[in-house]
């Protein structure tokens, strides 16, 4: 049983009110693969970087498990570079520059060797080649999710609603969900997406949590209260990678396993914002999650007594 991811990867240079970084590595499916590697493996990863992207980082994924074999290398373009800068409560942010370079005429070949992947993460990337790559598995995974952002939205609607005609589930934040479905109460906006394709929409909140929607089932997830937040690109990312690396590893995909799987993505955003870009979730060890699952049982638990 394997996972195939497909997203960006990327440099990024990111402006917080607490620091700046260069243009470090990202990319969506870069945080997605180092998240969900805790997890299962290998996962099959497609995506494509140019010339400058370096080996180093193809190197370290290969080691960390992620079969590359899909990730293109186009030798005379430049990798796909976002910036952006968040503002002082540090859940929202601005793009400041988007450069599509490599991902403006990228054509995925999704590999024979990644036919038998089961479970499909569709990272944040171009809605055709999301959808390019349903079309070119010969069987249909037991699970799609998708994660998809504002910027396509406003350039790609038409793709991005018919990928969503083919995914099981969704995964947007609070803002993205307003501007999708035109619906101010997330509950509302909901109801309204689910209409749209995916039977299960994940509502990301920032450090306000997660929400699991289902059908009229709704599930909460907290986001851990940290004392510093450094930097929080890539925590979507990193959740997706730990909600869909744990309903691999359980192979359960009820809706009771997706509430635990929303607390381990949880837990996996919690390390990603610690530091910039990938580096937390680099040296991150199973008793560190452990450790940081356990921190969230204890965040939730309570005894009530209705008299
Ligand atoms: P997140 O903070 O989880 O929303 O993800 C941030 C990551 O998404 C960054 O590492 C960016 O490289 C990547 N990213 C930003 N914009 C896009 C886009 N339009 N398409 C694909 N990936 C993007």
């Not at 620091?19 to 969900?36: E, F, N």
């Not at 530091?275 to 560190?288: I, M, P, S």
Request: overall charge negative; aromatic content about 10%.
């Amino acid at each position: 049983m394997s996972l195939l991811v497909v997203g960006s990867m990327a440099f990024d240079a990111i402006e917080t009110p607490f620091g700046k970084s260069d243009r470090i590595i990202g990319g969506a499916a870069t945080y997605i693969a180092w998240s969900a590697s805790n997890f299962t493996k290998p996962i099959k990863q497609i995506s494509v970087v140019g010339y400058d992207f370096p080996q180093e980082e193809l190197d370290a994924l290969s080691a960390r498990g992620v079969n590359l074999e899909g990730v293109q290398i186009k030798k005379d373009e430049k990798s796909f570079f976002w910036s952006g800068k968040y503002h002082m409560d540090m859940n929202t942010r601005d793009t400041l520059d988007t450069q599509l370079n490599v991902l403006a005429n990228f054509v995925p070949t999704v590999p024979d060797s990644y036919q038998d992947c089961e479970f499909l993460m569709l990272g944040n990337l171009v809605p055709a080649v999301q959808m390019s790559v349903i079309e070119q598995l010969k069987n249909r995974p037991k699970l799609i999710v998708m994660d998809t952002m504002n910027f396509w939205m406003e350039i790609a609607l038409d793709d991005l609603k018919n990928v969503l005609t083919h995914v099981d589930v969704l995964l947007v934040n609070d803002s993205e969900a307003r501007e999708l479905s035109h619906e101010y109460s997330l509950v509302k906006a909901a109801k309204k997406i689910m209409t749209m394709g995916p039977k299960y929409l994940i509502i990301k909140k920032g450090e306000h949590g997660a929400l699991l929607f289902h059908g009229d089932n709704v599930f909460f997830a907290p986001a851990l209260p940290l004392e510093d937040v450094f930097d929080p690109t890539g925590a979507g990312d990193t959740f997706a990678g730990g909600f869909i690396g744990h309903l691999v590893r359980t192979k359960d995909i009820s809706f009771d396993n997706m509430k635990t799987a929303i607390i381990v993505g949880s837990a996996m955003a919690s390390f990603c914002v610690e530091k910039f870009g990938t580096e937390r979730l680099r040296g991150l060890t199973k008793d560190d999650i452990d450790g940081r699952i356990r921190q969230f049982q204890e965040l939730v638990n309570f005894d009530i007594e209705l008299v």
